[in-house]
C-alpha cells in the first residue's frame, strides 16, 4: 500500500514538472492558483465596493494595476493592518500575512503578475451592500440615521451627539451588530449607545453642539417637564429600602446594556457572538440611541448617512456575552482600588468634555508633558468563573504600546496580547481563537504605555499635559475585555 502510494505521488511530480513550458518564467506564482486566494481571504473584507478601502481587490482584472504598490504594503506589513505581537495568543480575526504568504506575492510581481490558466478563485459570500457580516448576510433589521449629514470640505467638526428614538420597546436578541459609517473617507469614528434624554428634555431642534448647525435630533427643555418632576419626587417619596435596592440593581443593569449596537471604528466590522452566544439590545430599558459622530474634513464637502445592522440569534438560550472593564474595577462593577480624588481642576477638565450617557470612563490621570512612556494599568477582576472571548483597548495618537496580562488566582500569569506599536487609525478587538477558561478570582490587567514626547510623530502638542477627551488631541484609556459565565445561560437573566 505504501509503496502504491509513493509510486503515484512520484507520478503526479515527474508529469507536473514535464508539463512546465520550456522558457516559461519557472516557478512564477498565478494570480488564479496562488495569489487570489491570498488577496480574497486577507484584503478583501476592506478592498470591496462600499467598504473602508479606495479600491476593491475581488478579481483579477482589479488588482492587477495595483500590482506594486500591494507588494510595497505587504512586505512593509503596512497591509493587511494587524498589529499583535505574534509570540502571544492567537486571534480569529488575524488577517496577517505569513512569511510564505509574502514571498508568493512578491515572487508574482516580480514575475510580472500573470494571471495564469485555469479558473479564478471566487470571492467568498459578501455583503453587495458592503456590511460585512462574515457569511456576507444582510442585516435582519436596519435603522438608518434620519438624515444625511453634511461636512464641509474644511476645517474642524467636534465630536458631537445626536439622538434618534429607539424603534422597539422589547429586548432584541442578536448574533451580530454592526455600525456603519455611510462614507468611510469622512468618518473618524462613531459609537451608539442606548440613553434615555436627560431629565426635563425632549427631543428636539437645538445645535448640534454648541455654536454648530439647528438640528432635529437634540435634547432641548421640555414645558410639560414640571408636572412629571412632581410625580416622578412622590414616587421617591415612598421610601421604601427594597425599592431603593430595585434602583441600585436595575441602574446596574443599565450601565451593562448601554453599549447597545456599539461602534464604528475603522477595522471593526460586524461584531459576531461566537456559535450558542446572544448578545441583547435592551429596547425595554432605553427610549433613545446616542450617536455620538466624529467626522474629519477631506477637503471636498461630504455627506454621511450612518446605519446600525443587526442580525437576530437563532439560539436563544445562547450564553451572554459580557463586558469587564479593565479600570480597578470586578466583574460586578465594584471598584478594587479606590482611585486617588481628582484634583478641582482635574475634574473640570474632564468634565467639561465628557459626553454623557456613553459609558465611557472619563478618569484617566492627566499625562504629563514630554513624557515617552506614561503607563497606565487598567485591572478588572472575575468574580465568576468565566470564559474570556475578546480583548479590546482604545487609546488616541499618544497610545505607544498595551500589554495584556492574565493572573490566575495561584499568581500564574500569561501574556494575553502584546501590541507593541499600537495605531489610533485601526481599532481592532482581538478575538481569541480558543477561549480561556479563568476561575473566579482571576484578573486582568491592561497595561498600555503613551508616547507624550516630541518622538512621537503623531503628537501634537508634546509640551501640554494631556487631560481625558474624546477628542483625539486630548486622550483616553477604554480597556475592556469580553466573556460569558460559565454557569449561566442568559434564561431569566439580564
Ligand atoms: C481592515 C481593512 C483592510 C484590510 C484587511 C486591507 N486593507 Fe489595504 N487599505 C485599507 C485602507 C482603509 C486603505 C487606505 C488608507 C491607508 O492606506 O491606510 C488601504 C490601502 C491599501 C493600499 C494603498 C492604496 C493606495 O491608494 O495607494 C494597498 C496597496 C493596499 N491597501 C493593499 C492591501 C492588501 C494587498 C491587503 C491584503 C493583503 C490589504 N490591503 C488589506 C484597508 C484594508
Same mark, same amino acid.
Given at each position: 500500500?505504501?509503496?502504491l502510494? $509513493?509510486?503515484?505521488?512520484?507520478?503526479?511530480? $515527474?508529469?507536473?514538472?514535464?508539463a512546465?513550458?520550456?522558457?516559461?518564467?519557472? !516557478?512564477?506564482?498565478?494570480?488564479?492558483?496562488?495569489?487570489?486566494? #491570498?488577496?480574497?481571504?486577507?484584503?478583501?473584507?476592506?478592498?470591496? +465596493?462600499?467598504?473602508?478601502?479606495?479600491m476593491?481587490l475581488?478579481?483579477?482584472?482589479?488588482?492587477?494595476?495595483?500590482?506594486?504598490?500591494?507588494?510595497?504594503?505587504?512586505?512593509?506589513?503596512?497591509?493587511?493592518?494587524?498589529?499583535?505581537d505574534?509570540?502571544?495568543?492567537?486571534?480569529?480575526?488575524?488577517?496577517?500575512?505569513?512569511?510564505?504568504?509574502?514571498?508568493?506575492?512578491?515572487?508574482?510581481?516580480? !514575475?510580472?503578475?500573470?494571471?495564469?490558466?485555469?479558473?479564478?478563485?471566487e470571492?467568498?459570500?459578501?455583503?453587495?451592500?458592503?456590511?460585512?457580516?462574515?457569511?456576507?448576510?444582510?442585516?435582519?433589521?436596519?435603522?438608518?440615521?434620519?438624515?444625511?449629514?453634511?461636512?464641509?470640505?474644511?476645517?474642524?467638526?467636534?465630536?458631537?451627539?445626536?439622538?434618534?428614538?429607539?424603534?422597539?420597546?422589547?429586548?432584541?436578541?442578536?448574533?451580530?451588530?454592526?455600525?456603519?459609517?455611510?462614507?468611510?473617507?469622512?468618518?473618524?469614528?462613531?459609537?451608539?449607545?442606548?440613553?434615555?434624554?436627560?431629565p !426635563?428634555?425632549?427631543?428636539?431642534?437645538?445645535?448640534?453642539?454648541?455654536? &454648530?448647525?439647528?438640528?432635529?435630533?437634540?435634547?432641548?427643555?421640555? +414645558?410639560?417637564?414640571? @408636572?412629571?418632576?412632581?410625580?416622578?419626587?412622590?414616587?421617591?417619596?415612598?421610601d421604601?429600602?427594597?425599592?431603593?435596592?430595585?434602583?441600585?440593581?436595575?441602574?446596574?443593569?443599565?450601565?451593562?446594556?448601554?453599549?447597545?449596537?456599539?461602534?464604528?471604528?475603522?477595522?471593526?466590522?460586524?461584531?459576531?457572538?461566537?456559535?450558542?452566544?446572544?448578545?441583547?439590545?435592551?429596547?425595554?430599558?432605553?427610549?433613545?440611541?446616542?450617536?455620538?459622530?466624529?467626522?474629519?474634513?477631506?477637503?471636498? +464637502?461630504?455627506?454621511?448617512?450612518?446605519?446600525?445592522?443587526?442580525?437576530?440569534?437563532?439560539?436563544?438560550? &445562547?450564553?451572554?456575552?459580557?463586558?469587564?472593564?479593565?479600570?480597578?474595577?470586578?466583574?460586578?462593577?465594584?471598584?478594587?482600588? %479606590?482611585? +486617588?480624588?481628582?484634583?478641582?481642576?482635574?475634574?473640570?477638565?474632564?468634565?467639561?468634555?465628557?459626553?454623557?450617557?456613553?459609558?465611557?470612563?472619563?478618569?484617566?490621570?492627566?499625562?504629563?508633558?514630554?513624557?515617552?512612556?506614561?503607563?497606565?494599568?487598567? #485591572?478588572?477582576?472575575?468574580?465568576?468563573? %468565566?470564559?474570556?472571548?475578546?480583548?479590546?483597548?482604545?487609546?488616541?495618537?499618544?497610545?505607544?504600546?498595551?500589554?495584556?496580562?492574565?493572573t490566575?488566582?495561584?499568581g500564574?500569569?500569561?501574556?494575553?496580547?502584546?501590541?507593541?506599536?499600537?495605531?489610533?487609525?485601526?481599532?481592532?478587538?482581538?478575538?481569541?481563537?480558543?477561549?480561556?477558561?479563568?476561575? %473566579? !478570582?482571576?484578573?486582568?490587567? @491592561?497595561? @498600555?504605555?503613551?508616547?507624550?514626547?516630541r518622538?512621537?510623530?503623531?503628537?501634537?502638542?508634546?509640551?501640554?499635559?494631556?487631560?481625558?477627551?474624546e477628542?483625539?488631541?486630548?486622550?483616553?484609556?477604554?480597556?475592556?475585555?469580553?466573556?460569558?459565565?460559565?454557569?449561566?445561560?442568559?434564561?431569566?437573566?439580564?
Amino acid at each position: 500500500m505504501t509503496r502504491l502510494v $509513493a509510486l503515484s505521488a512520484g507520478v503526479v511530480i $515527474a508529469l507536473s514538472l514535464a508539463a512546465v513550458p520550456a522558457g516559461a518564467a519557472e !516557478g512564477t506564482p498565478t494570480y488564479n492558483e496562488h495569489v487570489g486566494d #491570498i488577496l480574497l481571504n486577507n484584503c478583501a473584507s476592506c478592498h470591496r +465596493p462600499n467598504q473602508v478601502a479606495p479600491m476593491s481587490l475581488l478579481s483579477y482584472r482589479e488588482a492587477r494595476p495595483w500590482a506594486r504598490a500591494i507588494k510595497a504594503k505587504v512586505v512593509s506589513r503596512e497591509m493587511p493592518p494587524w498589529f499583535a505581537d505574534p509570540r502571544f495568543g492567537e486571534f480569529s480575526n488575524d488577517i496577517s500575512l505569513s512569511d510564505d504568504e509574502i514571498e508568493t506575492i512578491v515572487a508574482w510581481v516580480d !514575475g510580472g503578475a500573470p494571471q495564469g490558466d485555469g479558473a479564478a478563485p471566487e470571492p467568498p459570500d459578501f455583503s453587495a451592500a458592503g456590511w460585512s457580516h462574515p457569511d456576507g448576510l444582510d442585516p435582519d433589521y436596519v435603522i438608518e440615521f434620519p438624515i444625511a449629514w453634511q461636512i464641509d470640505a474644511e476645517g474642524e467638526t467636534p465630536n458631537f451627539n445626536l439622538f434618534t428614538p429607539l424603534p422597539f420597546d422589547d429586548v432584541m436578541r442578536v448574533s451580530a451588530t454592526e455600525v456603519r459609517p455611510g462614507n468611510y473617507a469622512v468618518t473618524h469614528h462613531i459609537t451608539t449607545g442606548l440613553v434615555d434624554l436627560p431629565p !426635563g428634555t425632549k427631543l428636539g431642534r437645538g445645535p448640534a453642539w454648541p455654536g &454648530g448647525p439647528l438640528v432635529d435630533y437634540v435634547p432641548v427643555e421640555d +414645558p410639560d417637564y414640571a @408636572a412629571t418632576e412632581a410625580d416622578a419626587a412622590d414616587e421617591a417619596s415612598a421610601d421604601d429600602e427594597e425599592a431603593d435596592e430595585r434602583s441600585a440593581a436595575e441602574l446596574e443593569e443599565r450601565r451593562r446594556a448601554r453599549a447597545g449596537f456599539g461602534p464604528y471604528i475603522p477595522g471593526v466590522g460586524a461584531r459576531v457572538v461566537r456559535d450558542g452566544q446572544v448578545r441583547e439590545v435592551r429596547g425595554d430599558l432605553f427610549d433613545y440611541i446616542i450617536w455620538n459622530l466624529h467626522y474629519q474634513a477631506t477637503g471636498k +464637502p461630504e455627506v454621511a448617512r450612518p446605519a446600525i445592522g443587526a442580525w437576530f440569534a437563532n439560539d436563544t438560550d &445562547g450564553k451572554y456575552q459580557r463586558t469587564l472593564s479593565l479600570r480597578e474595577y470586578t466583574s460586578e462593577n465594584e471598584q478594587l482600588v %479606590a482611585p +486617588p480624588p481628582l484634583t478641582a481642576e482635574e475634574r473640570a477638565a474632564a468634565n467639561a468634555d465628557r459626553q454623557a450617557g456613553q459609558g465611557l470612563n472619563p478618569l484617566l490621570a492627566p499625562i504629563p508633558p514630554n513624557d515617552p512612556n506614561w503607563t497606565v494599568t487598567g #485591572i478588572g477582576a472575575f468574580q465568576n468563573d %468565566a470564559v474570556l472571548q475578546s480583548l479590546f483597548l482604545h487609546m488616541h495618537v499618544r497610545g505607544k504600546d498595551v500589554t495584556y496580562v492574565l493572573t490566575y488566582p495561584d499568581g500564574r500569569e500569561e501574556i494575553l496580547l502584546r501590541v507593541p506599536n499600537y495605531a489610533f487609525d485601526w481599532q481592532f478587538e482581538y478575538d481569541l481563537v480558543e477561549p480561556i477558561r479563568v476561575p %473566579a !478570582g482571576s484578573t486582568v490587567k @491592561a497595561i @498600555a504605555r503613551y508616547d507624550n514626547s516630541r518622538a512621537n510623530r503623531l503628537n501634537p502638542a508634546p509640551h501640554k499635559e494631556v487631560y481625558w477627551s474624546e477628542q483625539s488631541w486630548d486622550d483616553m484609556f477604554l480597556a475592556n475585555v469580553k466573556y460569558t459565565l460559565e454557569d449561566e445561560d442568559t434564561e431569566g437573566d439580564n
